[in-house]
């Protein structure tokens, strides 16, 4: 038979059971929420200030803080709390998360460790290490959120979740149509520009005022009074834009495509223009070397050929006076051997022999034909012309034949090649062309035939009206 006791105790649990069972129903994931990790309450605390929050993440705020404020209200408090956990309101949560974890196929993680003291970083290194979205090494393991005792290296990491799972916690995400929609990930690659630097969570809300992903301290830090919306929902926004900025930016190709191609035909313009001028240049160079090789064969031939003949005919009168001189030396000792003869018949003979005419060399003769004379001054005087022109031509500038100075000196040559340069240039040109018509020394008298004395330029220093009228009168 039940005693009274017995019953009482049976009504208990049984009460206990239906509020257990209508925890979930009586209260909203939301309500259930810590403000800073965004996940399920693990161990709540209430600050003085009524709100709510896990042991570890207040904790780990208020450690990253130089002054304790509420992240929510941002109320101050003088000096650090010290805070309880709430045990029914921790075991709600646990029942909560055991209904969802349960319904899902999934077990229920640990609760992580509390928040290390004041002195040390935000987060201790144990929830640090069960975070898969801190900022990691390369060679560094991240192992698996839900494994108990023994933990297993992570083979991919949920984006939603926020988790990292092993091969055999990770099968509920492969076949559970409830995880159809979260995206898995490498762990290491879920770690890469996903994670917030300065509190090494997960960036899941967009500042809109920043234009950038911050994490959930973020917000109730420095974005506080920014507006801000879940990545979701922006990418939402921002996926409406896509064919609008699509559009812009075919239109913005066209655009530097269209002056690529503009910037390639000017560019093959000029190098078409460049190769036109050189092979021009070079013609008319080439033509120009060839003139001066045949005036320097003609003008340097004529010379030699004169040259050989005054030679020829130099050899000519050195045999002819050094017979000359045999002759008179061969005498001369035959009257010396006749003068101590005593023979009067052979010194007669001898005499006579030795005082005969003898045709001799004139001197006259002698400067006929050494008579050399070259008609080359008009020659020299144009080659000089010549010269000085095309010293102007490699150095780009003009210069006056009046005087030895620099009297006038201007740019024949442009890097831009306009065509008002080029024009400066044509007189060298044409000049260059005028030479073709004729050769030899006729050349010379052509450039001298052009050149024109400007006695501005000759006499700088003359006043034009004084050299003309006078600088002082015949009458006072």
């Not at 998360?97 to 640990?110: D, M």
């Not at 239109?251 to 001028?277: C, F, G, P, Q, W």
């Not at 320097?296 to 045999?319: F, P």
């Not at 006579?352 to 080359?376: G, I, K, M, V, W």
């Amino acid at each position: 038979m039940v005693t009274l006791d017995q019953a009482s105790v049976a009504v208990s649990r049984r009460s206990m059971t239906m509020a257990e069972a209508a925890a979930p129903e009586l209260f909203s994931e939301q309500e259930l929420t810590c403000s800073i990790c965004l996940d399920l309450f693990d161990e709540p605390v209430s600050t003085p200030c009524g709100h709510n929050f896990c042991q570890v993440c207040i904790g780990g705020y208020w450690a990253s803080s130089a002054v304790c404020t509420c992240p929510l209200c941002k109320h101050q408090f003088d000096e650090r709390p010290q805070l309880s956990v709430n045990k029914v309101f921790a075991l709600i949560a646990d029942k909560y998360k055991e209904a969802r974890y349960s319904a899902a196929g999934l077990p229920v993680p640990a609760p992580r460790t509390k928040a290390a003291p004041e002195s040390v970083p935000p987060m201790s290194n144990e929830r640090v290490a069960t975070n898969p979205f801190r900022t990691a090494s390369a060679e560094e393991v991240v192992w698996c959120d839900v494994c108990t005792g023994v933990k297993r290296p992570a083979s991919s990491s949920c984006l939603t979740c926020t988790a990292s799972y092993c091969p055999e916690h990770e099968q509920p995400h492969r076949t559970s149509a409830f995880y159809a929609k979260h995206p898995l990930m490498d762990p290491r690659e879920a770690l890469k520009g996903r994670t917030c630097s300065l509190h090494r969570r997960l960036m899941e809300v967009y500042c809109r005022i920043c234009q950038r992903c911050i994490c959930a301290i973020c917000v109730l830090e420095e974005h506080r009074t920014h507006k801000t919306v879940s990545v979701q929902t922006e990418r939402l926004v921002k996926q409406k834009l896509v064919a609008r900025t699509e559009q812009e930016m075919v239109n913005r190709i066209k655009d530097k495509e269209t002056r690529v191609s503009h910037l390639k035909k000017k560019m093959e313009a000029a190098k078409n223009y460049a190769d036109a001028e050189r092979a021009e240049l070079e013609r008319l160079l080439g033509e120009v070397s060839r003139s001066l090789d045949r005036i320097q064969s003609r003008v340097v031939g004529d010379i030699d050929s004169q040259l050989d003949a005054v030679m020829s005919k130099g050899e000519g009168l050195v045999g002819r006076l050094e017979t000359e001189l045999s002759l008179l030396t061969d005498r001369r000792a035959t009257l010396e051997v006749q003068a101590i003869n005593q023979d009067h018949i052979g010194f007669l003979q001898s005499y006579e022999e030795a005082t005969a005419p003898l045709e001799e060399t004139r001197q006259n003769d002698e400067d006929e034909e050494f008579s050399l004379h070259f008609q080359l001054g008009e020659v020299k005087l144009g080659l000089s012309e010549i010269r000085d022109k095309m010293e102007d031509i490699r150095t780009g500038e003009r210069r006056s034949r009046g005087s030895g100075d620099l009297m006038v000196a201007e740019s024949v040559l442009s890097l831009r090649g306009s065509s008002a340069s080029l024009r400066r240039s044509q007189w060298s040109l044409k000049d260059m062309k005028k030479s073709k018509q004729v050769t030899g020394h006729k050349k010379a008298r052509v450039y001298m035939g052009e050149c024109q004395l400007d006695p501005t330029l000759t006499r700088p220093d003359l006043d034009p009206t004084a050299a003309a009228l006078g600088s002082e009168s015949f009458t006072d």
